[in-house]
């Protein structure tokens, strides 16, 4: 924490009879410079401290002092260390799922949501055999596997990854194989149905626009190739071999992956039935059917 930051923090803890309103502007001003959802973090710091919800938080308004040597240190790890509050806490939130999330694997994102959203309502009351490919934190096949009929697997390179997955999938009670595979080189000529993928897509050159935040996850999560593009080319082309005739792959992607992927060898052998794109009127996902 910058020597300003910690001065405004011990001034703080020397106030008797701190309450929580208090505390809860001085957290907005901390976190703001190192975050546009500085309300938000500072919501969540609070509700992980004192254990209970921020609305009732708010309107309690209790004195705090006993719990500062605690938030200082979430907060000189959250302002100076740049660790996000999903790493501090060891938790993320997805599709209504609470989550365990660590260092070794990929912070879920809302972004992911839709494209499974998409997913769920594409499929809902059809059995399919289904693979989410690149797990990681396990959240897209704990979602899967608690509303698609069929059977599905799911998969990552890392050991690392997989034992988070089994972490949240056992929480949940939601039994789906878990395959360590170096993308679909493991898996048998036409034998999935689905194929549901969010692999890395940022370029190595775009390593300096990224902040200390995003760069704590793993890099292997992170970026597809030179460009960005590789991985989702590679994924395309071996999931020819284990889409049956007609199956599908619905994969997370940027506008220019999206770009670079259409101009593939193997785009041809698909059909694109789907660009999937969020509320802000961005593209988050593709469809694509393997032709017949």
């Known amino acids: 924490m910058s020597t300003s930051l910690l001065r405004s923090f011990l001034k703080l803890r020397k106030k008797r009879n701190l309450r929580l309103r208090e505390l809860y502007s001085y957290l907005i001003g901390v976190i ?3 975050s546009q959802e500085a309300k938000a973090e500072a919501k969540w710091i609070i509700e992980e401290v004192f254990e209970n919800k921020f609305d009732f938080l708010i309107l309690e308004n209790p004195e705090v002092s006993k719990e500062l040597s605690r938030i200082h240190t979430i907060v000189e790890r959250r302002v100076k260390d740049r660790i996000p509050l999903q790493y501090i806490f060891k938790k993320a939130f997805f599709f209504g799922f609470e989550l365990y999330v660590d260092e070794r694997v990929l912070i879920p994102r809302y972004d992911t949501e839709v494209v499974v ?7 809902n009351g059809k059995v399919v055999r289904w693979l989410d490919l690149g797990t990681g934190s396990g ?3 704990l979602v899967l596997g608690k509303h698609l009929n069929g059977f599905g697997v799911a998969s990552d390179l890392s050991m ?4 988070v997955a089994r972490r949240n999938l056992t929480k949940y009670g939601v039994k789906v194989p878990l395959l360590r595979a170096d993308v679909l080189s493991a898996f048998k000529d036409s034998c999935f149905d689905l194929i549901v993928a969010n692999p890395p897509y940022i370029s190595y050159k775009e390593r300096s626009n990224l902040s200390p935040e995003v760069l704590s996850e793993p890099p292997s999560a992170l970026f597809g190739g030179e460009f960005g593009h590789e991985l989702s080319e590679r994924i395309l082309s071996e999931s020819l071999r284990v889409l049956v005739p007609g199956g599908s792959i619905i994969i997370e992607t940027s506008p220019m992956c999206f ?5 593939s060898e193997k785009w041809n052998f698909f059909i694109l039935t789907k660009e999937i794109y969020d509320l802000s009127g961005e593209l988050r996902g593709i469809h694509l059917v393997r032709k017949s």
């Open 32 to 34: 703001s410079q190192v």
């Open 160 to 163: 690392d990854a997989l034992r």
């Open 117 to 123: 959203e998409y997913v769920l309502n594409t499929f």
């Open 139 to 141: 959240a897209i096949a």
């Open 259 to 263: 770009e670079a992927l259409q101009r």
